[in-house]
Each structure stands twice: as C-alpha cells, then as structure tokens.
C-alpha cells in the first residue's frame, strides 16, 4: 500500500472516528456485546438505546407479593410528604411518585433501609442527573403477568449492582437527600413499563406511572400481619434474611 493510500485511510478512519464519538457512559450488563441491549452503569439512561434485552426480561422474576419500600414492613413510621398525581405549580406539573418520609420529619429518616417491593430483577442502579440522586429500578413479573417496575429515588446509598435478582424486603440502598438538595426522603415509583427509562419526577400526564401506595396494596396479596419472608430473599441471604423482618423461623 502506498503512503498515500495509507494516509487516505488514516484520514478516513480519523473522520469516521469524529462522526462517531465514543458511548457518553460505560456500558454493562448480561449481554456486553450487545451494546443497544445493555444498561448503562452510569449516568442519564439514553432512551434510544437502553430497553430491556429478551434475555433480562425473561429473567424478571414473578412477584406474588408487595411489601411497603419503607418503615415496617406494613409502612408504618412513615408518611406520605407528597402523594402521587398532587399537583406542584412550583415544578409544573403532577407528582409521579410518594414522598414517603420517616414521622420525625426533615432528615430523621436519613441513612434508613430502602427495601425491595416485591421480588425483582435490578435494571437500573446509578445517578443519572443531580435532581434524582442514586435511583434504584427493578423489574416484577406481577401475578397477572403485567410486567412492573419500582423506581428509588434519592438514595443515600446503592446497595445492588444492575443485573441482580432481589428478593421482596432485601434492602436495596438508603433513604437520602439526592447530595443534599432536599431533605431526606423515598421518592418511590410504580410503572406499568417494560422500557428503561428515568424521566422527570412531575408530568401532566401520567407516563405509565401507577399510584404507588395503591398499587402495592393491591398487590399485596398477604393478610396485614403477615410477616413471612420472600422465597427468593431466603435463597439469596439465606444466613441474613431480609432486613425487614426476623429470619424466617423453623415451623413452629
Ligand atoms: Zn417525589
């Protein structure tokens, strides 16, 4: 090859190479070489691009009961600071989630376990923009066979890596303050949705978002004092448990 058939083709290569500029955020997940079907592991999710691949959806697991995100096991300590669909003329548009926050009020609640609604496949765990904080998305297989997500907003902490199962009541990071510009509290999500996808946290319309407290409730499906432990958390913690509760107990 020619000098100048090899500078030819460096000049191409260096135009192609400016044409098409590297992926803004690393890209991880089950299936790496298929970039389009990864999640990213950091950063704003590119909705173009980042959808569940056919090989994660079928590993979402089946969720047969939900549990409140926060306080005990029934909810209760916490209270719902903002509730979904209230209308916020400060940010323009309707809340999408439940602010639930713990009773003491402001950061009383700060550094508290966030917990696994239901039996889930982790599709999102990172902080894709200053206003959300650390956010935790996971995916459920309802028992309708609807498939829903849960979304974590603001977390102090992640305490699960994108890809994992977890098992209802497994503590999935910490309440926070999304780096301190509010004051400590769960912003928590449900969607009818089998996309990966952050969005804003108000819309005037509702996007596939479910109202959380009522959806949880509905699906519930487990009398109020049942505390009994998710199957799934057992097998993955089998020495832990879940954090919500005691380990399971032998028959009695
Ligand atoms: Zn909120």
Redesign the pocket.
């Known amino acids: 090859m020619s000098l100048a058939a090899v500078a030819a083709l460096l000049v191409g290569l260096l135009w192609r190479a400016g044409k098409h500029p590297a992926p803004p955020s690393e890209w991880v997940g089950l299936q790496e070489s298929d970039a389009p079907l990864a999640m990213p592991a950091s950063g704003e999710v590119d909705e173009r691009f980042a959808f569940l691949s056919a090989w994660q959806r079928a590993q979402i697991p089946r969720a047969g009961r939900f549990d409140p995100p926060m306080g005990t096991d029934h909810g209760g300590l916490t209270y719902n600071a903002?509730a979904f669909w209230d209308m916020n003329d400060g940010r323009g548009g309707r809340?999408l989630?439940?602010?639930l926050n713990g009773i003491g009020g402001m950061d009383t609640d700060l550094g508290d376990p966030v917990r696994a609604t239901a039996d889930g496949l982790v599709v999102y765990a990172a902080d894709p923009a200053p206003g959300w904080g650390n956010i935790v998305i996971l995916a459920h297989r309802a028992a309708d066979g609807r498939l829903l997500q849960s979304m974590y907003?603001h977390l102090d902490r992640i305490d699960v890596v994108p890809g994992a199962l977890i098992g209802r009541g497994m503590r999935l990071g910490a309440v926070g303050t999304a780096h301190g510009s509010y004051p400590a509290?769960l912003?928590f999500e449900m969607r009818a949705s089998d996309e990966l996808q952050i969005g804003g946290?108000y819309a005037l319309q509702p996007l596939g978002r479910l109202d959380p407290s009522a959806t949880v409730e509905s699906l519930r499906n487990a009398a109020d004092d049942d505390r009994s432990p998710s199957l799934l958390a057992c097998l993955l913690a089998p020495k832990a448990g879940p954090v919500s509760g005691a380990a399971p107990k032998a028959a009695e």
């Open positions: 903002q809340h989630g439940d602010d907003a509290h912003h946290g």
